[in-house]
T-cell receptor, first 115, second 110 residues
């Protein structure tokens, strides 16, 4: 079974530029998550999708971050414009369903550096 | 509000047993999960407790006490490959998201 795929793996941009990340979840997984992990901290949820609908985006900085999940499968996360404090690893995860009972499978992440 | 506390670092020797504690304050608490993350790697699921008691999976066990808002991860027969960060995470409600702690960095020495 293929895992969660993410691209790119690394990205370096200057502040005020825009960037987009792509995620392909495990086939059949209805729930998709985007997390931000700053060095030395645990992952912080940015947004959760159930199929192609948003379930929770309460911690997404909506003035600069946006996300969509096309046809309930792939997802993209965009930052525009980027700030220095956005430097982090962006992790995508998927699960069969919502809630802690369902194991979340994480992708390798995209390491973003904003200079 | 939501908060989780776990030690930032733990060091142990190969073959030993180590316990990583996690205390939490989560309104609407539903369950406690544990994830492992090697440096530069992705988090991987270890265990989930929704009921009080001990769950054992091979060398790893996880415990939950809902009345004490406390849980722990127990790692036995430590191996060098167990060197990683371990995160506890709470779930709010049956459909809730994971809220991760800051993680405990475990170093296993020969």
């Amino acid at each position: 079974e293929a895992g969660v795929a993410q691209s790119p793996r690394y990205k370096i941009i200057e502040k005020r530029q825009s960037v987009a990340f792509w995620c392909n979840p495990i086939s059949g997984h209805a729930t998709l998550y985007w997390y931000q992990q700053i060095l030395g901290q645990g992952p912080k949820l940015l947004i959760q999708f159930q199929n192609n609908g948003v379930v929770d985006d309460s911690q997404l900085p909506k003035d600069r971050f946006s996300a969509e999940r096309l046809k309930g499968v792939d997802s993209t996360l965009k930052i525009q414009p980027a700030k220095l404090e956005d430097s982090a690893v962006y992790l995508c995860a998927s699960s069969l369903g919502a809630g802690g009972t369902y194991e979340q499978y994480f992708g390798p992440g995209t390491r973003l550096t904003v200079t | 509000g939501q908060s989780l506390e776990q030690p930032s670092e733990v060091t142990a020797v190969e073959g030993a047993i180590v316990q990583i504690n996690c205390t939490y304050q989560t309104s609407g608490f539903y369950g406690l999960s544990w994830y492992q993350q090697h440096d530069g790697g992705a988090p991987t699921f270890l265990s989930y407790n929704a009921l009080d008691g001990l769950e054992e999976t091979g060398r790893f066990s996880s415990f939950l006490s809902r009345s004490d808002s406390y849980g722990y991860l127990l790692l036995q027969e430590l191996q060098m490959k167990d060197s990683a960060s371990y995160f506890c995470a709470t779930t709010k409600g049956s459909q809730g998201n994971l809220i991760f702690g800051k993680g405990t960095k475990l170093s296993v020495k020969p």
